[in-house]
């Protein structure tokens, strides 16, 4: 994928890039947005990490001691919230932001007002969530957060959802929104912006799969906003979508619900895939291996990811002939997600291989997300899964796939592409210390949930049983100093902000491929205003 | 008139603003429900006011955002390949809006062809049936819910077959403007796009006065899931209808300022389509909830 006219400056630069507050407030450049979305995501993943950890200071010891259980329940949900849609989603939009027009060799995203609108919006839908969050912490009176668990299910967020569960279909409608916008952006960008002789199948899989996840999250954002909206009626205006006495059942709104879910669990993750197909060939130095059936793996999952749904409701109870179809579809995604894990392994097979961050972090991935995968295998077994529903080996299962699994290779892209954004290498020592503990600290605060899990113990609840005190202890210790280590990656995402470090070179890693290692580091304001060509 | 650069605009303050005028209008909107509907709410400042202002303040900055566009369109800062992504971004969108109606009409079926057997006793809802609702019989449209309330359906061929007449005609007169637009025949584009706005007012008053009956005869939003689906339904088209409207109707005043020309006509097309898809809604909604 080499090219003719590709290191180019911007010579022809004729509106200078603007400073200051204005810089970052009314952009419209994908790179500033790029970086506003991953600042963003990565404050949120340090405030739902708060959450998280007094999640696992109560959980400590048996017993109570630090919050009630009320508040206790609306930590539970936020966290997850803020999470799936503050830090992971925000974040693979950042990095889709910054480096597909730089992969693809276009000007910019295809429409850079939208874009920013698509930014702006998160901050407010958030600061609307958080508030309820700190009013139930701080405020008069004490009104709850929402408290009904991250995937608001009815009547837990109809009829007994507290006064802020409005506010909260408000802001999951502005997330909506966003995501909506933010995904037309990157197909529009994908299918009109590719530089002359840049063919689909030419593409770097990054952009391939966030093709498809741009697709994913237009077909079911939608879907949500349908069902938190049949909430909002239901709550206020005399509907009865999820009541069965006027007709409806409760049950409808998780079918509604998981339809959107569980693409949006492939919305998490799809990105990660194409960063980790960029960073395995770069430091095995080798071309990926199976790339044509990557992509269709991909394609694959994506359209599973459809018919899956009502494995999440198993035990809710379906007719024999609907859960024998969801649980064969489940475990079929199996197959193209074996494709690629055997394809990671292939490329780096007989390569030259050397163990710099962002594949210390891409292995590590490949590694823990194949454990998720694999505990996702035993949930999708439908008899199994009525023993382990609701248990903590289903925490696991989720959190190798999100934590180990999607934030992982989000930190081996950051570690990746640092160099290109900022223009200076990010400390190998700070880097270090973060992967290591980070690796060893994330196994032992998510590996020992799945004994507790298999053992009974339920997730959600304040307390537990005194036969899961041991486990649970070391848990939160693992959490801890999982929570700390992520400190570690402030300092080095803020020493690169402030140009500490060594220079980057245009292309730092050596074994890689693609035009955005054409431009020099850090990359500049506008690149690819002529287009490049494509051999 | 198009130039072959792509045009990446200066920065903008609109989608900081546009993202106020939201997060108000949410606040407000959520607050103002609650004051309204709820007993132990008292009406303040945060509620009908802040929805009210948020939402002027919206329109007004979308109203300059879309003005700078146009802007740049008549000034011929649009390449065909900016074009191209207005038109590709279009139709994505309008995929979106599918699937927001797909969630309504899955609801729907999901309510005729499983929820109300079951709560009949079909299948594994025998005990259901037995403890909690014995006396419920299955049937659609659901006139009689678990609770007893009692409702009226609403028949297709009175109001509803007269609108979809008029939505269908409205189809094929937006056509004719099309084709004017195209072989520049202004007059005839001119008479056939007003003919489709105000075919588009036709069908929304009709559609107010049918909620009226609709409410006189006890088919109300709170009678059960049937009038649950069909005001949500209806009531989501009669937004988008709206909105279809004002959208043909902006765009006509925009031929009358000579905007457009037949290769610079994004926006025209951009509501023309909005306006079939609007209308292929309406058929489904046509057989799915007033006919069948």
Redesign the interface.
Known sequence: MSTAAATHDDHHDH?HA?TGL??W?????HKDIGTLYLWFSFAMFLVGGFMAMVIRAELLEPGMQFVDPEFFNQMTTVHGLVMVFGAVMPATVGLANWMIPLMIG???M?????N??S???L???F??LIFAVLMSAFGAGNPSAPNFGWTFYAPLSTKYGP?ST??F???V??MG?SS?MG???V???V???RAPGMTLMKMPLFVWTWLITAFLL??????L???V??M??DR??????FD??????PV?FQ??FW?FGHPEVYIMILPSFGIVSAIIPAFARKPLFGYASMVYATASIALLSFVVWAHHMFTV?M?LAGTLFFMYMTMLISVPTGVKVFNWVATMWRGSLTFELPMKWAIAFVILFTCGGLSGLMLAITPVDFQYHDTYFVVAHFHYVLVTGAIFSIFAAAYYWLPKWSGVMPSKLLGELHFWNSLISANLLFFPMHFVGLAGMPRRYADYALQFADYNFWISIGGFWFGLSQVIFLIVAIRCAMKKGEPAPAKPWDGAEGLEWEVPSPAPF?TF?TPPVIK | MATDKYYVPESSPWPLTASIGLCMTAVGGAHFIQQSTMADMAPSFSGKPLFFLGLAWLLVVLALWWRDTIKESVGGLHSNQLGGSYRQGMLWFIFSEVMFFAAFFGAMFYTRWLIIPWLSGEGSGAMTHELLWPNFQAMWPLTETPDGTTTTPMGAWGLPAINTAILLVSSVTLTIAHHALLEGKRGTLILFQAATVVLGVIFLGLQALEYVHAYDMGLTLDAGIYGSLFFLLTGFHGAHVTIGTIFLFITLIRVLKGHFSEDNCFAWEAGAWYWHFVDVVWLFLFVTVYWL
Do not use: E, Q
């Open positions: 509106h603007p204005k810089r407030l009314f952009s419209t450049n276009a000007p910019d295809a429409l850079p007002r939208m920013n609108w930014f702006w919006i901050p407010f839908a600061g609307i006064a409005d506010l279909i408000l802001s409608h502005m929104i909506i995904a037309i952006n197909v529009v960008t299918f009109n912006m237009i077909a079911v954002i939608p879907v906003a349908g069902a909206t049949m909002l009626t206020h205006f005399g509907t009865s979508f069965a006495a006027g007709g409806g059942d409808l079918h509604v339809f109870g007719p506008h205003d």
